[in-house]
């Protein structure tokens, strides 16, 4: 029992859902807040997607399916992944999940254990990190530096592998920073990775529709010395504005497909059955819809952008995916998390702070630009007013 308790200690939490309660909280008592802080797409979802799963329901798809999904949906994200990337994946390697959380924590689950490292994003997601403590396993953050324009370094990563690495996690386009790894520093890291060969790597490939500046993004599906040991995950949470709908995939490795089944099963049994058809209408569908949301958040990202240059002590790169922007508050004389709160309970904009993400996110904050631009620059305009005003305690 003891035992028990000493493991979920050592489990974290996505604090962007705290700060969403906060925020929550406070509107319920009348406060005008601005949420810059969830990773949430405010477009709906496309109506033929939700006209699909209206329609599976009342065709009679109201029960069990296979634990790693649906034949036709595994099969729409094969076709899928062969018209993005050009790459051929069998339908028996995907495996059809409640959300893009769910590989993550079956990968880390598979490998991790006490006395093994694994490599992980530095600031980065914060699910890796927790996931990675709960196990036993030591985590190694692998750092994600402004200066490299928040892309992960091959060098660097590769000089962190030992004998006791069991897992590289990588994550392109990126959360928090909304960095993209150009392909160049990719083939670097994956001739590297020729030199170990026992060590697998989990592709976190969830924001892989939203480049910009004609950055296009490189799947390391496209790399077949390493597809053998390759976990890859995506979803259609961001991409088609599902968050609620909770459906993810991801492809696995011959060796590994069977044991993630079997998580599966003793996990969740599998997917619902609506939300499943409705995810063959979204890979199979028009894709307008994406194309149309992407443009929106490229031009609100030149609106945070341009916003947060102007504020007093914060400087922000540009991003080049996702939906986030990763200011530097550094010159502000604030330390991130005290400044992310004071932003809420005094400004009324709801941000996160850097160190959520990681050791090295201290001196950032995360703003999401998946909200109105007439949210945003209010929020910068709140921002702006607050740092004049306040400063740091």
């Given amino acids: 029992m003891l ?8 489990l974290g939490e996505e604090n962007a859902f705290a700060v969403l309660a906060r925020a929550t909280a406070l509107a319920s008592q009348g406060r005008d807040i601005v949420n810059l802080g969830i990773g949430q797409p405010d477009f709906p979802t496309p109506p033929h997607i939700v006209d699909a799963a209206v329609k599976a329901l009342r065709d009679g798809h109201h029960g069990y399916t296979p634990a790693t999904g649906v034949l036709p949906l595994r099969e729409a994200v094969a076709r899928d992944l062969h018209r993005r990337f ?8 995907v495996m059809i999940l409640p959300g893009g959380k769910v590989t993550m924590f079956m990968a880390i689950l598979m490998f991790g254990e006490p006395g093994i490292e694994i490599l992980y994003p530095d600031p980065g997601f914060p699910i ?17 530096r402004e200066a490299n324009g928040f892309a992960f370094s091959a060098q660097e990563t590769l000089s962190l592998i030992t004998p006791r690495t069991r897992l590289l996690i990588l994550n392109s386009p990126a959360n928090p920073t909304g960095g993209v790894t150009p392909k160049a520093e990719i083939d670097a890291l994956v001739a590297g990775l020729e030199r170990h060969p026992d ?20 799947s390391l599906l496209s790399y077949p010395s390493i ?14 504005a599902m968050t609620g709908w909770r459906l993810g995939w991801s492809v696995w490795p ?31 569908g028009p894709q307008d819809c994406v194309t149309k949301m992407v443009a929106e958040f490229d031009k609100r990202r030149h609106v945070v952008l341009d916003g947060l240059n102007r504020l007093p002590g914060v400087s922000c790169i540009k991003p080049k995916g996702a939906f986030y922007a990763f200011p530097n508050i550094s010159r502000s004389g604030w330390k991130a998390k005290p400044l992310a709160s004071a932003l809420l309970e ?14 090295h996110g201290e001196g950032y904050l995360r703003l999401s630009y998946a909200n109105s631009t007439e949210n945003i620059l209010r ?12 400063k740091a305690a």
């Fill in 227 to 240: 597809r053998e040991r390759l976990i890859h995950l995506d979803g259609a949470s961001k991409s088609y």
């Fill in 254 to 284: 011959q060796k590994l497909y069977d044991f993630a089944r079997k998580l599966a099963v003793n996990a969740h049994s599998c997917v619902n059955a609506a939300t499943q058809w409705a995810g063959i209408a979204a890979l199979d």
């Fill in 346 to 359: 005094e400004a009324g904009v709801a941000v996160i702070g850097g160190p959520d993400f990681g050791v």
């Fill in 3 to 10: 035992h028990t308790i000493a493991a979920f200690d050592r």
């Fill in 128 to 144: 890796y990190r927790s996931m990675i403590e709960f196990t036993g396993a030591t985590p190694i953050p692998v750092p994600i």
């Fill in 86 to 93: 050009s790459v051929d994946v069998s339908p028996e390697r």
């Fill in 199 to 218: 060590v697998p790597v989990m592709s976190d490939e969830i924001y892989a529709s939203m480049t910009y500046d004609g950055e296009a993004h490189v």
């Fill in 379 to 390: 929020a910068i305009e709140r921002m702006g007013e607050f740092l004049a005003r306040r």
